[in-house]
C-alpha cells in the first residue's frame, strides 16, 4: 500500500509565488538605480550609507534627509530601507572619521543598527536622468509643469510664467510651499516673467551662468553662500540690471522631488510598502515657531 505524502503548509505556502518572492535591499536599490540612470556616474555618492543589503525589505522611505525623527518615523511606520537625498551624516561624502567619537552620531548610527535599517542615498541618480526628478517635483509642486520651456538639454531649469512682480512671486512661492525661511534680493516691483529653477545648493557658477541669460529675470534657488551668488546679484541690482534672487531653503527645493520618488517608486514596487516622510525645515521664524513635519 503506498503511504500518502504529507506536504507542511509552509511549503505549500513557498510554492505560490507571493509568497515565495521576497523583495532584498540590495536588489532593491539595484532597480531604483536603474529605473533613473543606466549606470552611476563616476565617484558617485549614490551607495549605502549603513545597513545590510541581504535584509529583507518590510516597507521603503524617501525623504530629503534622514533625520532622526525621520528614521524614528519609519521605524514606527515599519519601513526599513531609507532612500535619503541628502547625506546621513552631515557632509557630502558621508567621511566619517571626524565624527568617530560625537555622541550625536553615535546615537544616530546606533539606532539605525538597532532597527537594521538599510540606508541609501539617492543623490546622484535621480539628478542625473534626461528629466531631472527633483526639479520635476518643484515644477508639479508649484503647477508649473506645462508652462514654456527653452529646448536643449538646459531648457528644463528655465521656464516662462505669467508676468508678476517679484514681491508677489516670493508671496506666492512663501504659501505654496510652506516656507518660514525665505530671503530675497532685487527690486520687489520688478516685473518677473522668465524665471531660472536650480534645486538645492548647485554652487556659484551654476547659479551665475543661469543669471546671465539675457532673457532671465529671477533665479530661485535652494540656498547660496551669501558672499557669492547673493552679492554677484547685490551688485547687479545696485547697476540697475534686470535680476532678482529667490533662496527657498535647500530642503523647500527638493523634498518635492522626493515625494515625487515615492510615487515612482510605488509603480517599481507595487507590492511594498512606500512612503514619503517629510524632514522638515531645519530653521524657522520665530514670528511663526517650527514647522512640524507632515
Not at 31 to 42: L, N, S
Not at 177 to 186: D, V
Not at 222 to 237: F, H, L, Q
Request: proline residues 7%; contains cysteine.
Amino acid at each position: 500500500m503506498m503511504t500518502q505524502r504529507i506536504v507542511p503548509i509552509f511549503l505549500l505556502l513557498l510554492s505560490i509565488p507571493s509568497f515565495a518572492q521576497t523583495l532584498r535591499a540590495g536588489d532593491a536599490i539595484a532597480q531604483i538605480q536603474h529605473r533613473y540612470a543606466a549606470a552611476p556616474p563616476p565617484n558617485t555618492v549614490d551607495t549605502i550609507k549603513v545597513g545590510d543589503p541581504d535584509t529583507v525589505v518590510t516597507g521603503i522611505t524617501t525623504t530629503f534627509l534622514d533625520t532622526m525623527d525621520v528614521l524614528r518615523e519609519s521605524v514606527k511606520r515599519g519601513n526599513n530601507l531609507i532612500i535619503t537625498h541628502e547625506p546621513t551624516f552631515y557632509n557630502h561624502l558621508d567621511d566619517t572619521k571626524f565624527f568617530t567619537d560625537d555622541p550625536v552620531y553615535q546615537e544616530k548610527l546606533a539606532f539605525i543598527k538597532e532597527h537594521h535599517l538599510v540606508v541609501f542615498r539617492l543623490h546622484d541618480e535621480i539628478h542625473a536622468d534626461t528629466t531631472d526628478h527633483i526639479l520635476k517635483g518643484v515644477y508639479e509642486a508649484l503647477g508649473w509643469q506645462e508652462y514654456p520651456h527653452p529646448a536643449g538639454p538646459r531648457g528644463q531649469y528655465f521656464v516662462t510664467i505669467p508676468q508678476i512682480t517679484l514681491e508677489s512671486l516670493a508671496k506666492k512661492l512663501q504659501a505654496q510651499l510652506h516656507i518660514q525661511t525665505l530671503r530675497i534680493e532685487g527690486d520687489p516691483k520688478l516685473s518677473i516673467t522668465h524665471v531660472a529653477i536650480l534645486p538645492g545648493a548647485s554652487g556659484l557658477e551654476k547659479q551665475v551662468f543661469a543669471l546671465r541669460q539675457p532673457d532671465v529675470d529671477v533665479l530661485i534657488a535652494g540656498e547660496a553662500s551669501e558672499w557669492e551668488t547673493v552679492e554677484y546679484v547685490r551688485d547687479a541690482v545696485a547697476q540697475g540690471r534686470h535680476k532678482a534672487l529667490i533662496l527657498l531653503g535647500h530642503e523647500v527645493s527638493e523634498e518635492p522631488g522626493m515625494e515625487r520618488c515615492a510615487k515612482e517608486l510605488r509603480e517599481l514596487f507595487p507590492a511594498v510598502r512606500v512612503d514619503h516622510i517629510e524632514a522638515g525645515q531645519p530653521l524657522w521664524n520665530p514670528e511663526h515657531g517650527p514647522v512640524e513635519r507632515k
